[in-house]
């Protein structure tokens, strides 16, 4: 669960967010809509710890987050530009936050090497994993980049506009396996979209900002699109 009480962040003399409120259920999958400008990105960088606030509390599974650093805090994280490194193979982007874990919670290798192909059977890149990030498609990199953020088992995965980057076709084959890994793993996730379908298709609840204040709460599965209507054509 996560537990934004009053957040506040200025950068300068913008005003960000404005003693935002927001709860977000363990398990469930949010959207955070709103225009360029409105804080949405904000917010998932306060929860990594990327940023901190000016005023306010964050709490994630009931725990005051205000100290604890983005590392220790077990998120994934999943951007708009993949952000792979292009001298790795998918495997070994996918592989590289669990090979710089501090000992003793380090796998050794061979647990490492299992857990990349499982990963690359979730997302459905089995096969893919010698290859460079220039040798796949756009929706195929972004599949790798789930699969990184899901490799330290993270308690919480936040996504920032991840398909901004797709075209239509790969954009709508990959709402529907984000939202098969959802599912299958239970992570409570935060999505940010300013894409009303993304977050209609996707979503269990959409919430919108807007000047750093949530303006409309859709509730729980109001907008959510029914299982048959999600996409899940075959893997590019």
Do not use: W
């Not at 590392?71 to 490194?85: D, P």
């Not at 292009?86 to 070994?92: C, W």
């Not at 195929?140 to 953020?149: H, T």
């Amino acid at each position: 669960m996560i537990e934004i009480s009053g957040l506040t962040k200025r950068f300068g003399d913008t005003t960000v967010l404005d003693h935002l409120n927001l709860t977000v259920p363990g398990g469930s999958l949010l959207a955070l809509l709103g225009p360029s400008g409105s804080g949405k990105s904000t917010v998932l960088r306060i929860i990594a710890g990327l940023e901190a606030p000016d005023a306010g509390t964050l709490r994630l599974d009931g725990q005051d987050a205000a100290g604890v650093t983005p590392g220790a805090r077990r998120i994934g994280f999943v951007f708009q530009g993949y952000a792979l490194f292009a001298h790795m193979t998918a495997a070994e982007n996918i592989a590289f936050g669990l090979q710089v874990m501090r000992r003793p919670q380090r796998p050794t290798r061979v647990e490492i090497a299992a857990e990349v192909q499982r990963l690359l059977a979730l997302v459905r890149l089995d096969g893919l994993g010698n290859r460079l990030p220039a040798q796949l498609s756009g929706g195929q990199c972004q599949r790798v980049a789930l699969a990184r953020a899901l490799a330290i088992r993270p308690r919480i995965l936040l996504l920032d506009e991840p398909f901004g980057a797709l075209d239509r076709e790969v954009r709508d084959e990959l709402r529907g396996e984000l939202r098969r890994v959802h599912d299958e793993l239970g992570i409570t996730t935060v999505l940010v979209t300013h894409d009303h379908e993304d977050a209609a298709v996707l979503a269990d609840r959409v919430v919108t900002l807007n000047r750093g204040r949530v303006v409309d709460d859709a509730g729980p599965a109001t907008t959510a699109a029914p299982e048959s209507s999600r996409p899940a054509p075959a893997p590019r």
